[in-house]
């Protein structure tokens, strides 16, 4: 079945570490997107790309880094510079002109101890 | 800046019971997308709709439905009949055309929705 993998679905993280968030998807969709998800919150926009070896910052890119090597692959680097990682993660991706559709994976928790 | 508001943080039912969600969204732009999405307790979203600002036709889909009302700046969304399986947290979105589309998504802050059996 083509859909968004992400991997692990549960991560717990010393202070001081980075941590890396795998994404893969199956859909051969050109957009891929990185949002995070805190209680009460709605998603905030982390990283999208729109094509391979091109991305851009989302309102919240501090702490956080990406990369786009493939175009099934959008991995998200939580870094120690994020002062409060603690979050769900959300992947998606989409198809270019297909305006605000995404296809969304089961998320990453990640909690920092 | 654009934003989106859904001022509703939780609501409960009792099943077959109609639930209305109500969602404001603020633009400057003329030419904009809204959406639904879906939230089940497995985490992943799932989209529900898009309406586009040029189409302000109530839209029905089975037991749900959305009314876009432009001179209000709401896109509402009600479950008719509800059931236990539509308990999950809904988000309404905001998207931009002028900025390609498909880049970004204003999110509001959900509206968590517990059918009672």
């Known amino acids: 079945d083509g859909g968004i993998t992400q991997s692990p679905k549960y991560l717990f993280r010393k202070e001081g570490q980075n941590v890396t968030l795998s994404c893969e998807q199956n859909l051969n969709h050109d957009a891929m997107y990185w949002y995070r998800q805190d209680p009460g919150q709605g998603l905030r926009l982390i990283y999208y790309s729109q094509i391979v070896n091109d991305f851009q910052k989302g309102d919240i890119a501090e702490g956080y880094s990406v990369s786009r090597e493939k175009k099934e692959s959008f991995p998200l680097t939580v870094t120690s510079a994020q002062k409060n990682p603690t979050a769900f993660y959300l992947c998606?991706?989409?198809?270019?002109?297909?305006?605000?559709?995404?296809?969304f994976g089961e998320g990453s928790r990640l909690t920092v101890l | 800046a654009q934003k989106v508001t859904q001022a509703q943080t939780e609501i409960s039912v009792v099943e077959k019971e109609d639930v209305t969600l109500d969602c404001v969204y603020e633009t400057r732009d003329t030419t904009y997308y809204l959406f639904w999405y879906k939230q089940p307790p497995s985490g992943e979203l799932v989209f529900l709709i898009r309406?586009?600002?040029?189409?302000?036709q109530n839209e029905i889909s089975g037991r749900y439905s959305w009314n876009f009302q432009k001179s209000t700046s709401s896109f509402n969304f009600t479950i008719t009949a509800s059931q236990v399986v539509d308990s999950a947290v809904y988000f309404c979105a905001l998207s931009d055309l002028t900025q390609g589309g498909s880049e970004k998504l204003v999110f509001g802050k959900g509206t968590k929705l517990t059918v009672n059996p």
């Open positions: 309406r586009n600002s040029f189409d302000e």
């Open positions: 998606a991706s989409s198809i270019m002109g297909e305006a605000g559709e995404l296809f």
